[in-house]
């Protein structure tokens, strides 16, 4: 997972098995798409779709930020579920009751000052993540780069993916949080709708 400059911030290539095993997810990609360009438009920001591979973040689907100095990923870039914002959401909600079973699993690597780096802390932060319903990535992975992200439901009501925003300290600051995590739960909505999530609720009624 790399980051380089030029006249963007790249969070590196990252196209590895289980990226391209993400890939196969053509249902939600296709879904996401017009969301995540709403999502991007609306916050300056790049936006992103991931979902749980193998106990990682795997972004399948990025509309970068409209912006010419942006924070940018590719399709297939796995990340560690600690300490990015897609990942935290994975764990906190994808994972559900098997969290406590995989969090002591996971090699909590501490990436910046701010990485949460014991099971105890990670754990209070996914009740956290699933009480306000996002997650945040303020700097644990890479300094000056801030994320957020929220979770996607399909028709059953498990969580397939979590959606999010991407961006540098720099403009993405904190004021931004409180709006930022309005749109991207919305987005999340939007997309857990598009897999069908609610439907089952309304034809039962």
Known sequence: FLVQQDRTFRLGSGLIPLGMKALSAVDIRKSSRPVLHELANRTGETAHLAILVNNRSVIIEVVDSPHPLRVASQPGTAVDLHCSATGKVLLAFALGERRSEVIPTLKLERRTHKTLTTPEALERECQIIMDQGFATDDEEFYVGVRCLAAP??????????AIGVTGSTSRFTLDKLEPFSRMV????????????YGCLATSAM
């Not at 439901?153 to 498990?158: E, L, T």
């Not at 987005?187 to 897999?195: P, R």
């Open 185 to 196: 739960r919305e987005a999340g909505e939007q997309v857990s709708q598009a897999m069908g």
């Open 152 to 161: 996607v439901f399909q028709a059953d009501g498990r969580t397939i993916a």
